[in-house]
Every structure is written in C-alpha cells, then in structure tokens.
C-alpha cells in the first residue's frame, strides 16, 4: 500500500478537482439574453469561478466579483477585487457597492449570473443605516467566537445587511438572476451560502435576535437596535421580483466526498457530508470509531477509509492559533494516542484553516508523543485553542495554498 498520508493527501486533491468550476459550471450555465449579460460573485472562489465562466460563455459578458485577498484570478471582462476575510475591510465596503452599482438600472432583458461561494458573508459588508463598518466588524468577531453553525451566523448576517438575504437580487430586478452556486453549507441549502445576497429564504429577523440570546452575542447596541426594527426584515422569496429567477448548486461537499470515495484504494465509506458541532468533539466521535474499527473489526472490517464533510464549530477559550481542522486534528490525535494503524487528515477544501497558511493537517497514534517531545503539553495547546503550534511542533500540518474552490471541510481516516 501506498504511504498512508499520500493516500489522504491524493483523496483530497480528487474532492477539490470535483469542485472546480471548470470542471462543473458549463452544464449550468443559462441561455444567452436578449439584452447584457452581467456577472457579479462573492467568495473565496469567486475569482475561479468568473474564470470559468469566460472561458464557456459564448457572447460579450461584464460583471464584478469580489475574493479574499491572494485568491484572485486573472479575467478578461469581468472586474475581480480582493477584500479581508474572516473580518471584514473598507476594500469589501467597497466591492459590495460596486456589485450594487453594476445590477442597477437593467431590464427585463438582461441577464444577471450570480457566482455565489463560501467566504462571501465576510467579503460583502454592507451595514444599513445606522450601523457603522466597524460595528459590522465587531459583529463578525462576536459571530467567529461563539461556536454558532454557519446557518445560525449567517441568518443574522443576512438581517444586517443592505446586500445579503436577497436584496441583490431584488435591486438587479426585472433583469432575471440565475445563481450558480459552490456550497460550503451542511445540507446544501443555497440561501445560506455567503448570506444568500441573491438568494432570500423564510428567515426572520425574530429568528436573528433568538440567535442573539442562544448564543449569548455582545454585539453593539446600533444592530441590536437595528435588529428590533421592521428595516431589517429581509426580502420574501415569494415575492414576484424572484419568480423567474433560478438557482443551481454546482459543487458540494455531497459531490467532492463521492470522488474521493471513488479514488479510494480500499473499501470507502462516508460517514455524512453533513457533520456540524464543536470540533473537538466532532473529533471524539470519529476518533471512537476509528478505534473500534483497529480494536474489534467493527462496524466495518480494516483496511477501510472513512470520509466525512461538514463544517465544524471551535468555541473560542483562549488566544492560540489554528481553525476548526487543526482541532479536529489535535483533538482526534489525544483520542488515539499510541495507537497504530490510524491516519487522518483534516482540511479546509479551500486551502486555508483558520488563521494561518495550512488548510489543516494530519494525525496518527505518534502525533500527541511527537507534540510533547517538542516541549509542549497538547492537553494545554487543546485548551487554549492552539492546533496549529501543537501540528507545528509536530511537522504534521498540511499547505496546500488557495485551491479555487470551497466545499467546506474534508475528513479521511484510514485504518490500515
């Protein structure tokens, strides 16, 4: 058998090629208007995607897109800016009034492509009166700290905006939007994906100020005061400006783990595409599997892989580095520690966990021995939400660098 981390290495690199624009959107790309065809996109595969969309698109074509910074791809007809992201910037202030600006004034006979990707709630600010940039800001850094789901952050997102929850797609109105989509959401529902700024669904704000209390946000009084006013309902989605209006999930977490799983060596299985809650204990529950498998040849007999998609949640105790896979990781490393046989690999499908370069790492039975060889207690990093130092020492993290693509996180153990 090839070395255990190429085989988990090579598996993520088949479910990132499954998200590749290039390799999906030309099947979902609408009819030629009569009028312009106009391309707008949030994410951290924006860029890719107005690529690939130049690439098979056969007529003129204009638009915006906005990424993170250092994603960014080169087009010929469509504009690509870079902003912050996790916290949003003035850069992202900025693009989000240029999307708003470029649907504006369009007719029943233009066409609006909608290229929609995970890291657009952060990347399109656009606080609505009353609220500043920076308190938009501080409740973004209130939102990262809290170990919500992603559909809880961007429900309350989504009412504080002048942008997200659909209102895009309304100020583009009568011209017809058709959203092409890259989901980094647990179940695949559109809406939630980078706030859904042309996308609106049945959220409300009463459902935005139950998130406030459940997850006992200190947000500033301006969106709190914001949040009890009727301006901050968000659009109806049957409201006739949506009617002709259509939206298609291009790639997913469902589709990437399905080729990877195809790849596999040996006897696959996927355990969800699905899986939300605290990292570390997400990381528990595979880890107990994993040893039962090595222990009892049950529930599924060895050698076998298990795959898992999802997005985790890391409840900020301390000032450490890392995201949510490096504590996965760090986590699933002290569950089988002295084990043989186990491998992992944790990573962000698009190339970046957290807060620094890594998309996440690996972990095996010698990984926590390795972490305390090198000086340091890994019960302690785990505390302190410090992943990445305790995968540093252990010369166990994984670089990829932008991949051009985000379906969210990718799991593969092998228990050989």
Known sequence: MTEPRDILAGLFDKAVAAALPDNSIAAFLPPKPKGRTIVIGAGKGAAQLAQAVEKHWNGPLQGVVVTRYGYGAECKNIKVIEAAHPVPDQAGLT????????????????????????????????????????????????????????????????????????????????????????????????????????????????????????????????????????????????????????????????????????????????????????????AKMHAAIAREIARNNQPFEKPVLLLSGGETTVTLRGNGKGGRNSEFLLAFALEIDGIAGIHCLAADTDGIDGSEDNAGGFADGTTARKIRDSGYDPVKLLQVNDAWRALYAAADLFETGPTGTNVNDFRAILIA
Do not use: W
Not at 267 to 277: F, K, Q, R, T
């Open 95 to 282: 693009a989000s009034q240029h999307l708003q600006d470029t649907v504006k004034d369009l007719s029943a006979d233009d066409l609006v492509i909608a290229l929609i990707c995970g890291g657009g709630s952060a990347l399109l600010p656009c606080p609505p009166e009353g609220v500043s940039l920076d308190d938009e800001i501080a409740m973004n850094k209130a939102l990262l700290a809290s170990g919500a789901p992603i559909s809880a952050m961007n429900t309350l997102r989504k009412h504080v905006s002048n942008i997200k929850g659909g209102r895009l797609a309304a100020l583009a109105a009568p011209a017809r939007v058709v959203t092409l989509v890259v989901s980094d959401i647990p179940g695949d529902i559109a809406a939630f994906v980078a706030s859904g700024p042309t996308i609106p669904d049945h959220s409300s704000r009463k459902d935005a100020l139950d998130i406030v209390k459940q997850y006992r946000l200190d947000l500033p009084q301006s969106v709190l005061d914001h949040l009890n006013t009727p301006s901050a309902d968000a659009p109806d989605p049957d409201n006739a400006v949506f009617a002709n209006n259509e939206v298609h999930v291009i790639a997913s977490a469902a589709i990437s783990l399905k080729a990877a799983q195809k790849a596999a060596p040996v006897n696959c299985v996927i355990l969800s595409d699905s899986i939300e809650g605290e990292a570390r204990e997400c």
